[in-house]
């Protein structure tokens, strides 16, 4: 089972950009489907992108499609989160997590998650 640790999260103005991190421990990290969510205070957490074990693909909810991009390194055995266009609607705590299956987008799907990183949109 892999640990995961996210990074790169902050404070950024409405159409900036940051690049979420999520490096795990461990040797089978290319074994699995990664995603990330994200959670706002009040609501629930919600699916943002997937990206299968090959690396070759990817999903993403409607509402960071064509903003977002996700992409791993199964050599450096992280994952990333490319994130433009910022709106104060992506403000939440984002998440990596490992899943034994492609293509989930259930948080019930994944069995291992990170510690979550803070990203805040101003307006």
């Known amino acids: 089972q892999v640990q995961l640790v996210e990074s790169g999260g902050g404070l950024v103005q409405a159409g900036g950009s940051l690049r979420l991190s999520c490096a795990a421990s461990?040797?089978?990290?290319?074994?699995?489907?990664m995603g990330w969510f994200r959670q706002a205070p009040g609501k629930e957490r919600e699916f943002v992108s997937n990206i299968d074990r090959s690396g070759g693909v990817t999903l993403y909810a409607d509402s960071v499609k064509g903003r977002f991009t996700v992409s791993r390194d199964n050599v450096k055995n992280t994952v990333y989160l490319q994130m433009n266009s910022l709106k104060p609607e992506d403000t939440a705590v984002y998440y990596c997590?490992?899943?034994?299956?492609?293509?989930?987008?259930?948080?019930?799907?994944?069995?291992?998650w990170g510690q979550g990183t803070q990203v805040t949109v101003s307006s």
């Open positions: 461990g040797r089978t990290f290319s074994s699995y489907a």
């Open positions: 997590a490992a899943s034994y299956y492609a293509f989930a987008k259930s948080p019930a799907m994944y069995n291992t």
